[in-house]
Structures are given as structure tokens and as C-alpha cells.
Nanobody
């Protein structure tokens, strides 16, 4: 399974970015997919997930600003990020879990995912 994240860049506070994660070797509609992020000097943090069932889950800090979705035809997962803040600056990683039996609580933890992309840098200037 290979994951390719893209869409990062430099944006001003209050702006928007859309991240994409292209997947090969797995089917997004039959996998649990997630975005995590890691800022310099901080631990990796759960951002959002979309389960194989289509249910979505978000980190508490998101507060309605981000939306995770998937395009089954293109086998791609997106993260639409609006109202960006300087504290959203981080490397964003796409992750996949092909085990449908993974319990709900595990989807918010990095250990719940077997496959990871290389990450894409998001920098929000204030």
C-alpha cells in the first residue's frame, strides 16, 4: 500500500488549503483513512478520519474548520482546511488501516494505522 499526500503549502491565517492523499494498493472505501499532523517539537496529533462505513471523526481542535472526504472513483482522500491558524502549521500525514475490525477508539491513535505517506508541509503565516 502506498500513500501520496499533496496540497500543502504556505497560506495566510484565515485562508484555506485542500490536502489530497492518493492511494494505491488499497481501496479507500474499504479502509479506514486518516490525517495526522506533527508540528516541530510536538507529538503526532490526530486530525481527522473517515471510516470504511463513511463516518467521519475529528480532533477536538478542529472545531468545524476541517472536512475529511473521499473520492471513491479516484481512490483519494481529501482534507479541506478552512479558517487556518498559525498553530495549524505542521507536516500533515495521510494514513490507512485496511482492517475493518479496528475498534472505533483506535482510529484516533497512530497505532491504529499500518500505512503512512511521507507527509506534506502546511505553513500558516500570521
Amino acid at each position: 500500500v502506498q500513500l501520496q499526500a499533496s496540497g500543502g503549502g504556505l497560506v495566510q491565517a484565515g485562508g484555506s488549503l485542500r490536502l489530497s492523499c492518493g492511494v494505491s494498493g488499497a481501496t479507500v472505501s474499504r479502509s479506514n483513512m486518516a490525517w495526522f499532523r506533527q508540528a516541530p517539537g510536538k507529538e503526532r496529533e490526530f486530525v481527522a478520519a473517515i471510516r470504511y462505513s463513511g463516518s467521519t471523526h475529528y480532533g477536538e481542535f478542529v472545531k468545524g474548520r476541517f472536512t475529511i472526504s473521499r473520492d471513491n472513483a479516484k481512490n483519494t482522500v481529501h482534507l479541506q482546511m478552512d479558517s487556518l491558524k498559525s498553530e495549524d502549521t505542521a507536516v500533515y500525514y495521510c494514513a490507512a488501516d485496511t482492517d475493518k475490525s479496528t475498534i472505533l477508539s483506535a482510529i484516533r491513535t497512530s497505532t491504529g494505522y499500518d500505512y503512512w505517506g511521507l507527509g506534506t508541509l502546511v505553513t500558516v503565516s500570521s
